[in-house]
Nanobody
Framework: VQLQASGGGLVQAGGSLRLSCAAS????????MAWFRQAPGKDREFVAV????????YYADSVKGRCTISRDNAKNTASLQMNSLKPEDTAVYYC?????????????????WGQGTEVTVSS
């Protein structure tokens, strides 16, 4: 499975962005999908996860209430809608997939990674 993340860009604080992750080269489901991010000078951190059936989601506290993760298995895509963006959301965002069907939040639980898309939030 190959993942391609897109949708990043420059946005003012309070604005919104929708990140997309397109999967190719394999079966998209039943993989769990997640988004991670890495801010400059910091370790990569978990953002959000959605199980393959789309029935369960989990968010990092830092984005809870501002972000929504979703997926369309028919189109082999996953998305992260981010609202009320803050400067501290500035990071490179990575999508990842795992063949563990669960709300995995650790990097080592993910088999495949996209190349990342950069999000910059100006104050």
């Amino acid at each position: 499975v190959q993942l391609q993340a897109s949708g990043g860009g420059l946005v003012q604080a309070g604005g919104s962005l929708r990140l997309s992750c397109a999967a190719s080269g394999g079966t998209f489901s039943p993989y769990t999908m997640a988004w991670f991010r890495q801010a400059p000078g910091k370790d990569r951190e978990f953002v959000a996860v959605i199980t393959w059936a789309g029935g369960r989601t989990y968010y990092a506290d830092s984005v809870k209430g501002r972000c929504t993760i979703s997926r369309d298995n028919a189109k082999n895509t996953a998305s992260l809608q981010m609202n009320s963006l803050k400067p501290e959301d500035t990071a490179v965002y990575y999508c990842a997939s795992s063949d563990i069907d669960g709300l995995s939040t650790r990097e080592y639980q993910y088999n495949y990674w996209g190349q990342g898309t950069e999000v910059t939030v100006s104050s």
